[in-house]
């Protein structure tokens, strides 16, 4: 069925739900879109964080995204007040540090709760209205570590991974309603998220088989937090950062895979939040958003050099310096 989009899609005024929204890329793209002349609904379990999209002319809603009643109270939320709900931004986010073997497996559902059902089901609740208007934009925000795994991290990657999937999927069901499913791939944030990976992985992993792996991760987690040196690093667990996967920061802090495709060091390059929440505008208010967006410091050289490699020398530049 060929697609249709007889919804109008205004530059401006378009209400905006953001998940994730009391910090680091949540709180970035809040903002931003305020300051683009759009209604936003910020909602995050840290209520007396989203203060500065209160203070800007957005709302602040509570939200646990594992919690069924609360998913539905936000959207009707905006729904009374505005009528429509025009943008989902799925940011909010979680991650699990810790070898496979040693992972509870309880832990991992609680992971995915967060990442990739938490989205979907957000996205079931905002789609009715959409489809009726003929008009909106789902963005999920995902991480490089949907496309590229590392040690240590397998259920926070399975996670990214689904939740591109499932964007895919998506994107091709509701494009024919004039509804665009967009995904971002942040690169390296400076978001503070990093500040309890060390612990995490000294507490999943610190006394097994893999401790020797789990101990040079953990010290890349502790140079990362130390690079990031932000005064309000301490990150909701709802928000979305890509950082957060140990992907990124452990890949350029630790194993430096970045650094030898294009012979730079990290030295302690980090990307604003802002510049991702800036990508995200641009894609909300584009008439026709690119499906997907790589954005932040050494994210296309990682991609770029996972695809240059096989996979078995992929796993040797990665596993070398843990090992």
């Known amino acids: 069925m060929a697609s249709h989009r007889t919804g109008v899609r205004e530059k401006a005024g378009r209400v905006c739900l953001v998940t994730g929204a009391s910090s680091g890329i949540g709180l970035a793209t809040a903002l931003e879109l305020l300051r683009a002349g759009h209604i936003v609904y910020g909602a995050a379990r840290r209520v007396p964080r989203m203060a500065p999209i209160v203070a800007a002319g957005g709302y602040a809603l509570p939200l646990d995204v594992t919690e069924e009643d609360d998913l539905q109270r936000v959207v009707s939320t905006a729904m009374d007040r505005h009528g429509r709900i025009d943008v989902l931004v799925n940011n909010a986010g979680a991650v699990v540090h810790g070898a496979a073997e040693d992972t509870p497996v309880a832990m991992a559902r609680d992971l995915f709760e967060v990442n990739v059902l938490a989205p979907a089901r957000l996205a079931q609740l905002v789609l009715p209205g959409m489809r009726l208007r003929g008009s909106g934009t789902i963005v999920n925000v995902s991480s490089i570590g949907g496309v590229i795994a590392l040690p240590l991290g397998a259920w926070?990657?399975?996670?990214?991974?689904?939740?591109?999937?499932?964007?895919?999927?998506?994107?091709?069901?509701?494009?024919?309603?004039?509804?665009?499913?967009?995904?971002?791939?942040?690169?390296?944030?400076?978001?503070?998220?990093?500040?309890?990976?060390?612990?995490?992985?000294?507490?999943?992993?610190?006394?097994?088989?893999?401790?020797?792996?789990?101990?040079?991760?953990?010290?890349?987690?502790?140079?990362?937090?130390?690079?990031?040196?932000?005064?309000?690093?301490?990150?909701?667990?709802?928000?979305?950062?890509?950082?957060?996967?140990?992907?990124?920061?452990?890949?350029?802090?630790?194993?430096?895979?970045?650094?030898?495709?294009?012979?730079?060091?990290?030295?302690?390059?980090?990307?604003?939040?802002?510049?991702?929440?800036?990508?995200?505008?641009?894609?909300?208010?584009?008439?026709?958003p690119e499906t997907r967006y790589v954005v932040g410091w050494q994210a296309e050289a990682l991609l770029n050099l996972r695809k240059s490699l096989t996979d078995r020398d992929f796993d040797a530049r990665v596993t070398a310096p843990l090992l």
């Open 156 to 288: 926070y990657y399975a996670s990214k991974h689904a939740l591109e999937a499932f964007s895919d999927t998506l994107r091709m069901e509701v494009e024919q309603f004039g509804v665009d499913v967009v995904v971002i791939r942040p690169g390296i944030i400076r978001t503070g998220f990093e500040a309890g990976a060390a612990r995490q992985l000294r507490e999943v992993s610190g006394h097994s088989a893999y401790s020797r792996m789990a101990e040079a991760m953990a010290r890349a987690a502790e140079a990362q937090t130390i690079a990031e040196a932000q005064p309000d690093a301490q990150a909701d667990v709802e928000t979305q950062t890509d950082a957060q996967a140990q992907t990124d920061a452990q890949a350029d802090a630790e194993t430096q895979t970045d650094a030898q495709a294009d012979g730079a060091g990290l030295e302690s390059r980090v990307t604003d939040p802002v510049v991702v929440a800036e990508v995200i505008r641009r894609a909300v208010e584009a008439d026709r």
